[in-house]
């Protein structure tokens, strides 16, 4: 398969974005900042240190780490659906010699970019307001987590943006889903705080292997392979299943 039709998709989308680059950078630092300042801020004389470190520099990765996600899975799941259902865009496409595998690569990566780029920006300014530090070379294990998470929530948002045609499901989905995933993986306690019995259940969560791997590379500069294996392998195979059910969607 070539690719040059999804670099030329994604290249009108980064255009899209380019415009409004502004005003959805300042959308988007809004959600994370506040979380950071009521929870990070006003709660750490109340919760003192979690794990060893102060609690408003426990929760720092998780939240850059879900904001990458999130614009991730956002772009993907709207972007497609909003293509596929009211401007018939991918109808577009596929009159052209772009196939569909080369569709669902462009969104995948356009969704990716969003995650990436939106991510990046919330570190930049917990950075600037916030004592959270870490050493740069620790930056380098947290991405091989933060690629294939905002890899893997993409083709998350491939799936639901593919298969569901009302955009009132789209947001039952996130709201009984995508967020209880992300809440319940450790992004503002530990794991040890889950049950026993608990625990094994939410380990296998691939966004517990994301955020507890990505802390743990920005925080203590350790890097949990069999994390890393288990946000990589689950991405892959989120991958596979975008592009199956969404030739399956456009067989139709």
Not at 6 to 30: G, K, N, P, T
Not at 122 to 140: G, H, S, Y
Request: charged share 10%.
């Amino acid at each position: 398969m070539k690719f040059l039709g999804s670099l030329a998709i994604w290249r009108r989308d980064m255009l899209v974005l380019r415009r409004s680059i502004l005003s959805e950078l300042v959308a988007v630092v809004a959600y994370p900042l506040t979380i950071y300042l009521a929870f990070g801020i006003g709660m750490k004389g109340y919760i003192g240190q979690v794990e060893g470190v102060p609690y408003s520099m426990f929760i720092a990765p998780g939240l850059i780490t879900m904001t990458a996600v999130n614009a991730a899975y956002s772009e993907s799941v709207w972007s497609l659906w909003f293509h596929r259902r009211v401007q018939f865009t991918i109808e577009s496409y596929r009159v052209t010699p772009v196939s569909v595998s080369e569709i669902v690569v462009a969104k995948i990566l356009s969704g990716f970019t969003h995650g990436l780029v939106k991510g990046l920006t919330v570190a930049l300014v917990i950075f600037a307001i916030t004592p959270f530090r870490f050493e740069p070379v620790n930056l380098l294990a947290y991405m091989a987590f933060l690629l294939p998470g905002s890899a893997l929530f993409s083709c998350a948002g491939i799936i639901s943006g593919t298969i569901m045609d009302k955009p009132e499901t789209i947001g039952k989905v996130e709201a009984v889903f995508i967020m209880p995933l992300i809440f319940m993986s450790g992004l503002f306690f530990p794991l040890s705080s889950y049950p026993a019995a608990m625990a094994p259940w939410i380990k296998a969560f691939p966004t517990t292997a994301l955020f507890e791997g990505a802390r743990q590379t920005l925080t203590s500069g350790g890097f949990p392979i069999g994390f890393a294996l288990q946000v990589t392998v689950t991405a892959l195979l989120t991958f596979v299943a975008a592009v199956l059910i969404f030739r399956w969607k456009m067989a139709e």
